[in-house]
Protein backbone atom coordinates (compact mmCIF):
# COMPACT_ATOMS: atom_id res chain seq x y z
CA UNK A 1 0.00 0.00 0.00
CA UNK A 2 2.74 2.36 0.82
CA UNK A 3 4.43 2.25 -2.58
CA UNK A 4 1.10 2.42 -4.75
CA UNK A 5 0.59 5.66 -2.57
CA UNK A 6 4.25 6.61 -3.70
CA UNK A 7 3.42 5.65 -7.30
CA UNK A 8 0.34 7.74 -7.44
CA UNK A 9 1.86 10.51 -5.79
CA UNK A 10 4.69 10.73 -8.46
CA UNK A 11 1.94 10.00 -11.16
CA UNK A 12 -0.25 12.85 -9.88
CA UNK A 13 3.15 15.36 -10.26
CA UNK A 14 3.84 13.91 -13.65
CA UNK A 15 0.60 15.38 -15.01
CA UNK A 16 -2.58 14.07 -16.64
CA UNK A 17 -2.18 11.56 -19.73
CA UNK A 18 -5.27 12.94 -21.48
CA UNK A 19 -6.56 16.27 -22.56
CA UNK A 20 -9.33 16.31 -20.49
CA UNK A 21 -7.52 14.68 -17.55
CA UNK A 22 -7.17 17.23 -14.07
CA UNK A 23 -4.33 15.88 -11.71
CA UNK A 24 -5.24 16.42 -8.47
CA UNK A 25 -4.07 18.62 -5.74
CA UNK A 26 -1.23 17.64 -4.11
CA UNK A 27 -0.26 17.80 -0.57
CA UNK A 28 3.73 18.31 -0.30
CA UNK A 29 3.71 17.87 3.61
CA UNK A 30 1.75 14.67 3.25
CA UNK A 31 3.75 13.34 0.16
CA UNK A 32 7.01 14.24 1.90
CA UNK A 33 5.72 12.10 4.65
CA UNK A 34 4.93 9.00 2.46
CA UNK A 35 8.16 9.23 1.09
CA UNK A 36 10.27 9.35 4.40
CA UNK A 37 8.56 6.51 5.39
CA UNK A 38 9.78 4.84 2.42
CA UNK A 39 13.30 5.85 2.91
CA UNK A 40 13.29 4.77 6.63
CA UNK A 41 12.18 1.28 5.81
CA UNK A 42 14.04 1.30 2.21
CA UNK A 43 17.48 -0.71 3.78
CA UNK A 44 15.37 -3.61 4.53
CA UNK A 45 13.65 -4.01 1.84
CA UNK A 46 15.60 -2.16 -1.34
CA UNK A 47 12.76 -0.81 -3.77
CA UNK A 48 15.42 0.67 -6.51
CA UNK A 49 12.94 0.79 -8.91
CA UNK A 50 10.86 3.63 -7.15
CA UNK A 51 14.29 5.48 -6.37
CA UNK A 52 13.32 8.32 -9.06
CA UNK A 53 9.27 8.79 -7.95
CA UNK A 54 10.87 9.26 -4.36
CA UNK A 55 13.16 11.77 -5.43
CA UNK A 56 10.72 13.45 -7.80
CA UNK A 57 8.50 14.08 -4.86
CA UNK A 58 11.31 15.63 -2.52
CA UNK A 59 12.13 18.06 -5.17
CA UNK A 60 8.31 18.89 -5.54
CA UNK A 61 7.94 19.40 -1.84
CA UNK A 62 10.72 21.72 -1.66
CA UNK A 63 12.84 19.78 0.44
CA UNK A 64 16.21 20.78 -0.35
CA UNK A 65 15.15 24.69 0.07
CA UNK A 66 17.11 24.95 3.20
CA UNK A 67 20.34 22.91 2.57
CA UNK A 68 21.62 22.70 6.08
CA UNK A 69 18.10 20.72 7.21
CA UNK A 70 17.90 18.49 3.65
CA UNK A 71 21.32 16.45 4.95
CA UNK A 72 19.39 13.20 5.54
CA UNK A 73 17.58 13.27 1.69
CA UNK A 74 21.07 14.17 -0.09
CA UNK A 75 23.03 11.23 2.00
CA UNK A 76 19.64 8.63 0.48
CA UNK A 77 20.09 9.52 -2.94
CA UNK A 78 24.33 9.79 -2.64
CA UNK A 79 23.87 6.00 -1.03
CA UNK A 80 21.45 4.59 -3.64
CA UNK A 81 23.44 5.63 -6.58
CA UNK A 82 26.29 4.07 -4.72
CA UNK A 83 23.99 0.79 -4.12
CA UNK A 84 24.27 0.07 -7.67
CA UNK A 85 26.96 0.77 -9.65
CA UNK A 86 25.90 -0.72 -13.24
CA UNK A 87 22.96 1.03 -13.02
CA UNK A 88 24.17 4.73 -11.49
CA UNK A 89 24.09 6.46 -14.78
CA UNK A 90 20.65 5.26 -15.55
CA UNK A 91 19.53 5.93 -12.07
CA UNK A 92 21.14 9.77 -11.96
CA UNK A 93 19.64 10.53 -15.60
CA UNK A 94 16.18 9.65 -14.44
CA UNK A 95 16.32 12.16 -11.88
CA UNK A 96 16.23 14.77 -14.37
CA UNK A 97 14.52 17.57 -15.78
CA UNK A 98 15.61 18.75 -12.14
CA UNK A 99 14.46 22.44 -10.69
CA UNK A 100 17.82 24.54 -11.35
CA UNK A 101 17.73 25.46 -7.97
CA UNK A 102 18.37 22.31 -7.12
CA UNK A 103 21.12 21.20 -9.11
CA UNK A 104 23.22 21.36 -6.56
CA UNK A 105 21.82 18.32 -4.89
CA UNK A 106 22.94 16.15 -8.20
CA UNK A 107 26.40 17.36 -8.28
CA UNK A 108 26.45 17.11 -4.33
CA UNK A 109 24.96 13.15 -4.54
CA UNK A 110 27.41 11.86 -6.98
CA UNK A 111 30.20 13.04 -5.36
CA UNK A 112 29.36 11.90 -2.06
CA UNK A 113 28.34 8.26 -3.19
CA UNK A 114 32.00 6.93 -2.98
CA UNK A 115 31.79 5.48 -6.55
CA UNK A 116 35.26 4.27 -7.63
CA UNK A 117 34.36 6.58 -10.78
CA UNK A 118 31.98 9.12 -9.93
CA UNK A 119 34.40 12.10 -11.34
CA UNK A 120 33.58 10.42 -14.65
CA UNK A 121 29.68 10.38 -13.88
CA UNK A 122 29.75 14.02 -12.86
CA UNK A 123 31.51 14.57 -16.35
CA UNK A 124 29.34 12.78 -18.22
CA UNK A 125 25.94 14.48 -16.96
CA UNK A 126 28.09 17.92 -16.47
CA UNK A 127 25.79 19.21 -19.68
CA UNK A 128 22.68 18.56 -18.16
CA UNK A 129 23.57 21.43 -14.94
CA UNK A 130 25.61 24.63 -17.07
CA UNK A 131 24.62 26.89 -14.14
CA UNK A 132 26.30 24.27 -11.54
CA UNK A 133 29.69 24.18 -13.94
CA UNK A 134 31.68 26.23 -11.09
CA UNK A 135 30.41 23.36 -8.60
CA UNK A 136 31.10 20.84 -10.49
CA UNK A 137 34.78 22.16 -11.26
CA UNK A 138 35.34 22.17 -7.92
CA UNK A 139 34.69 18.55 -6.95
CA UNK A 140 36.68 17.49 -10.05
CA UNK A 141 39.52 19.36 -9.16
CA UNK A 142 39.48 18.24 -5.50
CA UNK A 143 38.57 22.06 -4.20
CA UNK A 144 35.39 20.84 -2.87
CA UNK A 145 36.04 17.68 -0.57
CA UNK A 146 33.69 14.07 -0.99
CA UNK A 147 32.32 12.76 1.84
CA UNK A 148 34.74 10.43 2.82
CA UNK A 149 37.60 13.29 2.40
CA UNK A 150 35.61 15.22 5.35
CA UNK A 151 37.68 15.35 8.53
CA UNK A 152 35.96 14.95 11.79
CA UNK A 153 37.94 18.33 12.58
CA UNK A 154 40.68 20.29 11.83
CA UNK A 155 44.00 19.45 13.53
CA UNK A 156 45.07 21.31 16.37
CA UNK A 157 48.45 23.56 15.86
CA UNK A 158 51.27 21.59 17.83
CA UNK A 159 53.51 24.09 20.09
CA UNK A 160 56.13 24.22 17.22
CA UNK A 161 53.55 25.59 14.86
CA UNK A 162 52.17 28.41 17.40
CA UNK A 163 56.04 29.08 17.79
CA UNK A 164 56.60 29.33 14.16
CA UNK A 165 53.90 31.32 14.10
CA UNK A 166 55.11 33.39 16.73
CA UNK A 167 57.87 34.16 15.01
CA UNK A 168 56.71 34.41 11.14
CA UNK A 169 54.06 36.82 11.80
CA UNK A 170 54.13 40.15 11.76
CA UNK A 171 52.36 41.63 15.35
CA UNK A 172 51.66 44.86 13.46
CA UNK A 173 50.30 43.53 10.57
CA UNK A 174 46.92 43.87 10.35
CA UNK A 175 45.62 40.76 9.50
CA UNK A 176 41.55 40.48 7.18
CA UNK A 177 39.47 37.89 8.54
CA UNK A 178 38.48 35.20 6.11
CA UNK A 179 35.26 32.91 5.72
CA UNK A 180 36.02 29.87 6.65
CA UNK A 181 34.35 27.33 3.93
CA UNK A 182 36.51 24.47 6.04
CA UNK A 183 33.77 21.55 5.83
CA UNK A 184 34.48 19.76 9.41
CA UNK A 185 32.19 16.77 10.78
CA UNK A 186 32.88 19.25 14.40
CA UNK A 187 31.28 22.42 12.69
CA UNK A 188 28.69 21.37 10.01
CA UNK A 189 25.76 19.49 11.89
CA UNK A 190 23.22 18.34 8.69
CA UNK A 191 26.67 15.91 7.49
CA UNK A 192 25.38 13.78 10.36
CA UNK A 193 21.78 13.40 8.90
CA UNK A 194 23.81 12.88 5.30
CA UNK A 195 25.71 9.81 6.77
CA UNK A 196 21.90 8.39 8.16
CA UNK A 197 20.84 9.08 4.84
CA UNK A 198 23.43 6.86 2.90
CA UNK A 199 23.03 4.08 5.28
CA UNK A 200 19.05 4.35 5.07
CA UNK A 201 19.66 3.83 1.29
CA UNK A 202 22.98 1.03 1.61
CA UNK A 203 22.74 -0.37 4.85
CA UNK A 204 26.31 -0.29 4.89
CA UNK A 205 28.11 0.15 8.38
CA UNK A 206 30.24 2.53 7.19
CA UNK A 207 28.58 5.97 8.34
CA UNK A 208 27.65 4.46 11.45
CA UNK A 209 31.24 3.54 12.34
CA UNK A 210 31.81 7.33 11.04
CA UNK A 211 28.89 8.38 13.30
CA UNK A 212 30.56 5.89 16.32
CA UNK A 213 33.68 8.11 16.22
CA UNK A 214 32.05 11.71 17.06
CA UNK A 215 30.40 9.88 20.45
CA UNK A 216 33.42 11.37 22.71
CA UNK A 217 32.79 15.23 21.80
CA UNK A 218 29.18 14.03 23.75
CA UNK A 219 31.43 14.48 26.63
CA UNK A 220 33.64 17.70 25.11
CA UNK A 221 33.30 20.91 27.17
CA UNK A 222 35.18 22.28 25.01
CA UNK A 223 33.36 24.03 21.95
CA UNK A 224 29.57 24.01 21.89
CA UNK A 225 29.57 22.67 18.15
CA UNK A 226 31.38 19.33 19.25
CA UNK A 227 28.81 19.18 22.13
CA UNK A 228 26.18 19.32 19.87
CA UNK A 229 27.31 17.32 17.09
CA UNK A 230 28.08 14.66 19.97
CA UNK A 231 25.21 14.49 21.50
CA UNK A 232 22.99 14.31 18.47
CA UNK A 233 25.35 11.33 17.55
CA UNK A 234 24.46 9.47 20.62
CA UNK A 235 21.09 9.91 20.80
CA UNK A 236 20.27 9.33 17.07
CA UNK A 237 22.13 5.76 17.37
CA UNK A 238 20.41 4.88 19.93
CA UNK A 239 16.94 6.24 18.89
CA UNK A 240 17.51 4.10 15.50
CA UNK A 241 19.15 1.37 17.19
CA UNK A 242 15.59 1.09 19.55
CA UNK A 243 13.77 -0.51 16.29
CA UNK A 244 16.66 -1.67 14.38
CA UNK A 245 18.09 -4.96 15.80
CA UNK A 246 20.17 -5.53 13.57
CA UNK A 247 21.90 -1.86 14.45
CA UNK A 248 22.12 -2.91 18.03
CA UNK A 249 23.95 -6.10 17.52
CA UNK A 250 26.21 -3.79 15.12
CA UNK A 251 27.17 -1.73 18.29
CA UNK A 252 27.13 -4.51 21.02
CA UNK A 253 30.06 -5.78 18.41
CA UNK A 254 31.96 -2.91 17.89
CA UNK A 255 32.12 -2.10 22.01
CA UNK A 256 35.34 -4.59 22.21
CA UNK A 257 36.67 -3.11 19.35
CA UNK A 258 36.69 0.61 20.16
CA UNK A 259 39.05 2.60 22.04
CA UNK A 260 38.12 4.07 25.90
CA UNK A 261 36.79 7.81 24.39
CA UNK A 262 34.22 5.84 22.02
CA UNK A 263 33.74 2.89 24.36
CA UNK A 264 31.74 4.71 27.46
CA UNK A 265 29.19 6.72 24.96
CA UNK A 266 28.82 3.66 23.06
CA UNK A 267 27.82 1.75 25.94
CA UNK A 268 25.02 4.67 27.04
CA UNK A 269 23.75 4.07 23.47
CA UNK A 270 23.52 0.26 23.41
CA UNK A 271 21.74 0.65 27.02
CA UNK A 272 19.38 3.30 26.21
CA UNK A 273 18.45 0.95 23.42
CA UNK A 274 18.19 -2.05 25.16
CA UNK A 275 16.08 -0.62 27.68
CA UNK A 276 13.95 2.12 25.65
CA UNK A 277 15.65 4.84 28.13
CA UNK A 278 16.47 7.93 25.39
CA UNK A 279 14.78 10.64 28.09
CA UNK A 280 18.07 9.80 29.98
CA UNK A 281 20.30 10.80 26.80
CA UNK A 282 18.31 13.92 26.20
CA UNK A 283 18.63 15.20 30.19
CA UNK A 284 22.72 14.41 29.75
CA UNK A 285 23.16 16.61 26.75
CA UNK A 286 21.01 19.52 28.30
CA UNK A 287 22.99 18.91 31.23
CA UNK A 288 25.93 19.42 29.44
CA UNK A 289 24.91 22.83 27.95
CA UNK A 290 23.94 24.18 30.99
CA UNK A 291 27.22 23.91 32.07
CA UNK A 292 29.06 24.66 29.31
CA UNK A 293 27.22 27.91 29.60
CA UNK A 294 27.74 28.30 33.65
CA UNK A 295 31.23 27.09 33.61
CA UNK A 296 32.65 27.95 30.81
CA UNK A 297 34.81 25.62 28.46
CA UNK A 298 37.73 23.14 29.98
CA UNK A 299 40.26 25.21 28.25
CA UNK A 300 38.86 28.71 29.76
CA UNK A 301 37.41 28.40 33.02
CA UNK A 302 36.68 32.01 33.85
CA UNK A 303 33.67 33.77 35.22
CA UNK A 304 33.81 35.98 32.45
CA UNK A 305 34.38 33.50 29.78
CA UNK A 306 30.89 34.09 28.09
CA UNK A 307 30.82 37.52 27.67
CA UNK A 308 33.74 37.32 26.32
CA UNK A 309 32.97 34.62 23.29
CA UNK A 310 30.31 37.07 22.04
CA UNK A 311 27.52 36.24 19.84
CA UNK A 312 28.52 33.38 18.05
CA UNK A 313 28.77 31.20 21.16
CA UNK A 314 25.35 32.31 22.37
CA UNK A 315 24.01 31.06 19.30
CA UNK A 316 25.41 28.07 19.40
CA UNK A 317 23.93 27.46 22.96
CA UNK A 318 20.54 28.21 21.32
CA UNK A 319 21.50 25.55 18.75
CA UNK A 320 22.28 23.06 20.64
CA UNK A 321 19.14 23.17 22.84
CA UNK A 322 16.68 23.66 19.45
CA UNK A 323 18.51 20.40 18.30
CA UNK A 324 17.81 18.42 21.36
CA UNK A 325 14.34 19.74 21.01
CA UNK A 326 14.42 22.22 24.49
CA UNK A 327 14.93 25.41 23.16
CA UNK A 328 14.13 27.47 26.55
CA UNK A 329 17.15 25.88 29.00
CA UNK A 330 18.27 28.89 30.37
CA UNK A 331 20.60 29.55 27.19
CA UNK A 332 20.24 33.22 25.99
CA UNK A 333 19.42 32.55 21.95
CA UNK A 334 20.26 34.96 19.81
CA UNK A 335 19.24 32.97 16.32
CA UNK A 336 16.67 30.29 16.32
CA UNK A 337 16.23 26.89 14.30
CA UNK A 338 18.96 24.08 14.49
CA UNK A 339 20.99 22.84 11.50
CA UNK A 340 20.09 19.03 13.32
CA UNK A 341 16.75 19.91 13.59
CA UNK A 342 16.41 18.07 10.37
CA UNK A 343 17.21 14.56 11.22
CA UNK A 344 14.79 15.05 14.78
CA UNK A 345 11.84 16.03 12.58
CA UNK A 346 12.21 13.02 9.97
CA UNK A 347 13.22 10.86 12.94
CA UNK A 348 9.59 11.79 14.94
CA UNK A 349 7.82 11.25 11.90
CA UNK A 350 8.81 7.56 12.15
CA UNK A 351 7.63 7.24 15.20
Not at 113 to 137: F, N, Q, T, Y
Not at 206 to 217: F, H, Y
Not at 222 to 244: E, F, H
Not at 266 to 293: F, G, P, Y
Request: charged share 20%; glycine share 6%; net charge positive.
Amino acid sequence: MRYATLILTVLALIGPTRADAVAPQIDPRASLGVVQQWIYNYRTKPDYAHVPAAVRVLFHSQTFKEPENAGIYLGFIAGAIASNPLKAEQLVNSFFPVPPEDEWVIVRAIAYSGLPDWRDLLRRVAPKMPERRVMIDSYLNGTLPTLAEIPLEEPKPGMFDKLRNSFTRNPFKKEEKKLDTKLTFATSQDLLDTLWGYYFATGSHVPIMRITQMLPWSKSRDTLDKLTVGSMARYTLASYAVRDNALREFLRGELALRPEPVKGPLTEVIQAADTVQLSALRRDALAAVEELKTKGSDARRNLDFWGQVGVGALALGCVSAAALGQVAVGVPCVIGGATSQGLLSFWEKQQ
